[in-house]
């Protein structure tokens, strides 16, 4: 057979077909598929102690090496691998793109039915119908979730890591197993020349019944699938870049170990000037490196965030970065929010005519533009400053997540709380002055609130954030 790849995967899940479709590959000249080779309690088969020379002690401690073998075996060799195999192996299976993916699929809650019985009966492949173990599964809820959830997960990763590396898999469902014109446009895939005229081995499905004759309290079932929601639609899209952490903008204690972790748009001012006051100064502008140099330098230290409500995130950012001009502030974008998004901004600032009125069809403008530009409809940068607060603790722990999040108006308390765990004197904290020239409590209402949760759904949904006021 011509040597399209060196090796293949099957990416499949327990009760989805892989023994049949295994046996299936295994008809193919040149075509070897070896079980579940990377299986953490046993190597290829239950009743097999070492798979191509190696034994399962030789592989979980060397998994690469089995896999070199496996790439190097007579012909085509592949094996099944599940969500819960040696994850240590995963990783080399995407990045190789010599290794043919084959994606094997099945309706889940046939899979777990399937799997519910097969755990009752121990029966797991079937050959002699007249062997056959006859039982009901008994649907539960809470436990078929968990198991949706892993399996959509592992599928998900799968499908993430191909598209990332530009590779694709060949997609098989659970009924195309026995179709022999896919199994032959599978194995030509492959790279085998020849074709099989039909399935010579003895693998039978084991539970051909309609599920409801398979499911003790099926009625009970139909009512909890009912309840899932199988189209997502409760999900809040998420069209933001994926950020890693802001690690340059960290600020560390001089005198305690404790590691301020701003979020832009929130209290910076305020929770340095309190840092600062602890003792010793402040260390800034980490680096990886240095971070984690300092990370062990401090046994028993606390990393900490703060959180600020959407609206009063925004109205700050507004008012300091795009509002106002000067050496801090956004003028490009403050220019194209002008000319391109009609935002009502003074063309030159300070403006002695802008009054409450203004702001505030000023900052409501703002808001809808952070709206579409958090979508991904507009030109412009996504900036840290008004970037979703979810989206920016979720870059964080890329490298170290926040060991406390505390919320602005819980500060005080929550700062005094972190330096007695330390062991330092909690300083007073000084509040940020309200930001201005109009405040946003002068021109707060509903509208102006209903914008903050358009822009910022998930802020409010995963941060659990009520109304400003």
Same mark, same amino acid.
């Given at each position: 057979?011509?040597?399209t ?20 590959l ?7 598929c ?17 798979l191509?020379?190696?034994? /399962? ?24 691998y ?16 010599r ?11 046939e ?5 519910? $019985?097969?755990q #009752? ?12 173990k ?17 399996? /959509?997960?592992f ?7 191909? #598209?990332?590396r ?11 197993? #026995? ?18 005229e ?23 079932m139909? /009512?909890?699938?009912?309840r ?12 933001e870049?994926?950020?890693g ?9 001089g005198?305690?170990?404790l ?33 984690? /140099? ?5 046994a028993?230290?606390? @990393?900490f ?45 300070p ?13 409501g403008?703002?808001l ?9 409809q507009?030109?412009? @940068? $996504? ?33 005094a ?24 409590a ?28």
């Amino acid at each position: 057979m011509a040597r399209t790849y060196d090796a293949f995967v099957v990416f499949a899940e327990m009760r989805t077909g892989s023994n049949l479709l295994e046996a299936n590959l295994n008809l193919f000249d040149g075509i070897s598929c070896l079980g579940e080779a990377f299986n953490p309690h046993f190597i290829g088969y239950p009743n097999k102690t070492e798979l191509l020379g190696l034994d /399962q002690a030789t592989r979980d401690a060397d998994p690469q090496a089995l896999l070199d073998r496996v790439r190097g075996a007579e012909g085509l060799a592949g094996f099944r691998y599940f969500h819960d195999h040696d994850p240590r192996i995963l990783e080399p299976l995407l990045d190789d793109a010599r290794i043919a993916k084959i994606v094997l699929t099945r309706n889940p809650v046939e899979s777990y039915v399937s799997w519910k $019985i097969a755990q #009752q009966t121990d029966q797991w492949k079937l050959t002699n119908v007249a062997r056959r173990k006859d039982a009901r599964a008994v649907f539960d809820s809470a436990d078929f979730e968990a198991h949706l959830e892993a399996l /959509q997960g592992f599928q998900v990763r799968l499908l993430n890591g191909l #598209q990332k590396r530009g590779q694709t898999a060949f997609y098989v469902a659970y009924e195309d197993v #026995q179709d022999l014109g896919v199994m032959n446009g599978l194995a030509r895939w492959l790279g085998c020349e020849t074709e099989l005229e039909g399935f010579d081995h003895n693998l039978k499905r084991q539970n051909p019944a309609p599920i409801s004759d398979k499911v003790e309290n099926f009625d009970e079932m139909q /009512q909890a699938l009912a309840r899932l929601d199988r189209f997502d639609l409760s999900r809040t899209p998420n069209f933001e870049p994926r950020r890693g952490a802001a690690v340059p903008g960290y600020v560390a204690a001089g005198a305690a170990p404790l590691l301020y972790m701003p979020i832009k748009g929130g209290p910076e001012d305020a929770v340095c000037d309190w840092l600062a006051a602890t003792g010793g100064g402040l260390t800034r502008d980490f680096n990886q490196k240095s971070l984690r /140099q300092w990370l062990r330098r401090n046994a028993g230290h606390r @990393r900490f965030t703060v959180l600020r409500h959407p609206l009063a995130r925004a109205h700050h950012v507004f008012c300091q970065r795009i509002l106002a001009t000067g050496p801090q502030c956004f003028g490009r974008i403050r220019r194209v929010l002008i000319n391109r998004h009609d935002l009502p901004l003074p063309e030159n600032w300070p403006d002695p005519s802008y009054d409450a009125g203004a702001h505030r069809a000023a900052f409501g403008g703002f808001l809808e533009f952070i709206k579409a530009n958090l979508a991904g409809q507009t030109n412009l @940068r $996504i900036d840290p400053h008004w970037a979703s607060q979810s989206g920016l603790l979720q870059g964080m722990g890329d490298l170290c997540l926040p060991d406390v999040v505390l919320r602005e108006e819980d500060l005080a308390e929550g700062l005094a709380q972190l330096a007695e765990r330390v062991g330092v004197a909690a300083p007073e904290v000084v509040a940020a002055a309200p930001d201005g020239p109009v405040t946003l409590a002068e021109i707060y209402d509903a509208d102006l609130e209903a914008l903050a949760r358009a822009a910022y759904p998930r802020d409010y949904l995963m941060l659990g954030f009520g109304d400003w006021r």
